[in-house]
């Protein structure tokens, strides 16, 4: 069995796959986000060891999915957002290899989320795909030849924090980031701004569902912003297919529609139309990459397989 886990500033989740990637069991619990990393890893553990108990089958390794920017090959967390309290530089795969006595492995959660649905997801079998997630900040990766392009830095697809959507300032201290127009805070704050009103973005996509002007206003921009981010991408990298997640894209029926009229505005140099695909795993998505992860890296030492 591979074990997968997906760290968030909310919640945890924890799944138990099968060496096809099939999870025979999962569980999400709270994230104990302001009691420090020790807090965080110890609780998915818990998590992990109660679902193997019940399972009652041998573990070959563990993924895990974390927010921030992560040292893959060291294993930590290098930033994390201030909902995290003593996360940035927790060993988080030295801890989980102690207590297991397994190999670990640690991704970017944006990373695993693209993993998880290039292995077992909507785009399953498709060898170039960008990935991005918008939920309360927007994320980025990309699938190359049937593998997650990392960049020497670790930093290849973060599509949600490359300037030239406006003159907003973003979260990470830049300004005009795609993240300004398209996340889910932003989103509700773009409507505040307009209307004085606060409310979140699934409320905001609400309005725009009851025809309310600004809501579908901020909307617009929204998806035309994620739109040119998918210009752009199939340009460099003439990648044509995206898989959507995170909690913006619950509106998919109202944000979908946009971003492709956007796209018919103005196609790819390429002529190759992009391939819009909305996120299949849902919440599981991150957590079923980190297994997949896993997975590869002991591929060759699992029975049955090559």
């Known amino acids: 069995m591979f074990a997968g886990i997906d760290i968030g500033g909310t919640t945890t989740q924890v799944v138990l796959c099968t060496a096809d990637l099939t999870v025979v069991g999962g569980s999400e619990v709270p994230t104990p986000a302001a009691r420090g990393g020790g807090a965080m890893v110890g609780t998915a553990l818990d998590v992990l060891r109660r679902l193997l108990d019940e399972a009652g089958f041998r573990l070959a390794g563990v993924g895990v999915g974390a927010a921030g920017v992560v040292d893959a090959r060291a294993g930590r967390v290098l930033v994390a957002s201030d909902s995290f309290h003593d996360w940035a530089g927790f060993p ?73 959507f406006g003159d907003l300032p973003c979260t990470c201290g830049g300004r005009g980031h795609l993240e300004t127009l398209a996340s889910g805070r932003s989103i509700g704050a773009r409507y505040a701004e307009r209307t004085g009103r606060h409310r979140t973005a699934r409320e905001v996509a609400e309005a725009a569902v009851r025809d309310d002007a600004d809501a579908v206003a901020v909307f617009e921009a929204a998806g035309t912003a994620v739109a040119r981010a998918l210009l752009v ?45 909305r996120a299949r795993l849902g919440s599981r998505a991150v957590a079923v990459g980190a297994a997949s992860r896993a997975r590869g890296e002991l591929g060759a030492a699992v029975p049955g397989r090559a």
Request: hydrophobic share 50%.
């Open 233 to 277: 991408t199939a340009g460099l990298m003439d990648v044509t297919t995206a898989v959507i997640g995170g909690g913006v894209s619950r509106a998919w029926p109202l944000l979908a529609p946009l971003i492709r009229a956007a796209l018919a505005a103005e196609p790819p140099v390429s002529g190759h139309p992009i391939r819009l695909v």
């Open 92 to 164: 988080v795969t030295a801890t989980v290899e102690g207590a297991l006595g397994v190999p670990a492995f640690l991704d970017n959660d944006v990373n695993a989320f693209l993993r998880g649905e290039a292995t077992k997801g909507a785009v399953a079998g498709v060898s170039h795909v960008l990935g991005m997630t918008l939920g309360t900040g927007v994320g980025g990766a990309l699938w190359v030849d049937g593998t997650l392009l990392e960049g020497p830095h670790g930093a290849a697809g973060e599509i949600g924090h490359i300037p030239g």
